[in-house]
């Protein structure tokens, strides 16, 4: 076993233990949102947003040190990165450009990647 097995097991298992929850709250408030919004895409749009706005005030919070990569780790990529999910955003374009959707199909990406900049940016500026 090289000297780096340890440190990348502990990555590993850093980004699982975090990746668990995120899922789970991720489906949990997609569901939720499902009867209050008039179709499925949108929880996925107010689930990325809400996950660039936390990434947003832990890049802010956070430092170089590896206390702090471990976090990043945990929180970042494990659970903000199981909470938010650019692949069923993209499912979901998908459905909506085969159903001759388009108007909803550019409105999700626009509102996707302006939401998703300006809480990212909001996050960072309350981290700070």
Sequence with gaps: MSDGAAPAAT???L????SVPGAWLRFAMVNHLAPRLPRRPWGTLVVNV???LAMGVLVARL?????DRSWLLLLGTGFLGSFSTFSTLMAELLDDLR????GQAVKLILVSLAGG???LRTGLALGA
Aim: contains cysteine.
């Design 99 to 102: 159903h001759r959707r388009r």
């Design 11 to 13: 990555d590993a298992l």
């Design 50 to 52: 809400v996950a660039c």
């Design 15 to 18: 980004v699982a233990l975090g």
């Design 117 to 119: 900049w300006l809480a």
């Design 63 to 67: 430092g170089p040190g590896p206390a």
